[in-house]
């Protein structure tokens, strides 16, 4: 197993000087060679049993774990960052020695402070080994004066299989400090965590997407990953400069706009030493649907040295944090009691006179057109779920509707009768407008409903359908296909077919009146 681990690490370290050196005969022959060892690809540690020591201890940060300890418990006792109300995805921090970038970076360490998160991909350039692509360490961990940190070797296998340009290079991290530096303060402001280290140099936009893309497959659906962008931000001898470029820079940062990011870089427009990690991580954010970048704290060496004039050496430090744009309620809790009231009174109304239940309603929010599905449970079980997509009538006239329908119009079960009430509960959905989307990549699993339709068919799952049955993004809508749709499983990958997306805010008796 150990020479077949070691094969593969090796495999991986040469895969793209084997691009550029061997015919693609060659190539592939190599490649089928190392598939025939299958262990490699089966055992988690693809990774060696190593441990890399730290090269960055009583330099950048001191030596001394108490010392150390201490000094990391004053960074953040005196860190004041703004509150970022939504789950934090990211953070952008630097990583010069910390008596420069210690305070700095104590503000988005402030933010996490105690946060269940179980994997830190930490992405920082390789300042004094030139390569290009992206290199894992190819150690089992990684180790600094407080202990050690377990590397998420799984993690990083997945990531080596899904991206070319993932590489085992050890030699990239031997020298470098831009990552070990981050790994004391989240040993101390996180209680159990592994790490998943990553040099990026000399890279193209493209290889930024691509590894992206990468970590969103490696990520998934999990909630307790936290991505750290290690990076400065202006170097040079000229003070009044540095104030100009970072500025600019931290607007692109604001905007997150990781291609102008990317390109403003390569044109020597913007500066981050760690840019790559940055722009990898604004596109990965945006795809996972995290798109508000806040700063914390921006400063740079000379206010710290108290040296601002031209001619001494100058860095710029920003703490950053990103999560997601909180979305303003389309209804508020007084609303919402309305239409569960409404709901309730139309089913007892329809079982005892047949008719619907005349109600009238002055708020302008329940006067709005909007979609909206009732969802009834009895006991725990579902019971009944019916509801209009768009939206034709005033919103409080469609709960209306939709519940009666929900009660007594849904053909899968038997309609509700007046002993069932006790046991009712009711849940309602309020949709917004549907929009179409060209690629099911722009659905976000378990925030969107989605619509299908191929000619005469269609069918929709409500965004919560996600969460309820465990279901990934391709079984989610093989079954809406196939379940809710009368279409094959797979139509949704057909060409022919139409996907719409919406969001729901749902809302039920037991939320409401508890």
Known sequence: ADSERSAFIAFLSMRRSLKIIFS???????????????????????????????NAAGA???????????????????????????D??????????????????????????????????VIGPSHYYGFSGIALPGTSAMRTPLGEVPVDQAFCRRLAQADSDVVIDGQAFEKEH????????????????????????????????????????????????????????????????????????LAYLKEMNAEGLYYGLMENKLQLCGGLGVVTALALSKELGHNKLVVLKHTNSAVVTGKMQKGVWTVGYASCAIDKEEERPMLNQDERKKL????????????????????????PELNQEMGAFVTLHHRGR?????????????????????AVEAAAGDPRFAPVEAKDLAGLEIEISVLSPVQRVDSAEKIQLGTHGVLVKRGFNSG?????????????????????CAQKAGLPADCWKDKAAELYIFTAEVFSEKNIFP
């Open 178 to 249: 831009s990552i070990e530096v981050q790994l004391p303060f989240l040993q101390k402001v996180l209680p159990d965590f592994k790490v998943v280290p990553i040099a990026m140099n000399n890279c193209t936009f493209t290889v930024c997407k691509g590894f992206a893309a990468a970590l969103k497959g490696a990520i998934g659906n999990r909630k307790d990953v936290l991505v750290v962008a290690s990076t400065d931000m202006y170097h040079g001898y000229d003070y009044e400069e540095l104030e100009r470029v970072d500025e600019l820079t």
């Open 24 to 54: 693609l005969g060659l190539f592939f022959a190599l490649l089928a060679a190392c598939l025939c060892l299958p262990a490699a690809f089966s055992n988690e540690k693809i990774l060696a049993e190593t441990i890399k020591q730290p």
């Open 460 to 480: 929709v799952f409500l965004p919560q359908v996600a969460g309820e049955t465990g279901w990934s993004k391709e079984e989610f809508l093989s079954q809406l």
């Open 88 to 121: 934090i995805f990211s953070i952008i921090v630097p990583h010069a020695g910390y008596g420069f970038s210690g305070p700095t970076a104590a503000f988005a360490y402030k933010l996490i402070q105690g946060r269940p998160y179980k994997t830190v991909v």
């Open 382 to 402: 579902l019971r009944g779920c019916i509801g209009n997509l768009t939206g034709t009538k005033p919103l409080y006239l469609t709960v209306r509707d939709m």
């Open 60 to 86: 950048f940060y001191p030596q001394d774990a108490q010392e150390l300890s201490a000094m990391i418990d004053g960074f953040l006792s005196s860190a004041s960052p703004q509150a970022v109300s939504g």
């Open 340 to 363: 569960l009231e409404i709901a309730r009174r139309s089913i007892e109304s329809y079982l005892k006179t047949g008719k619907k239940l005349e109600v009238g309603e002055a708020d």
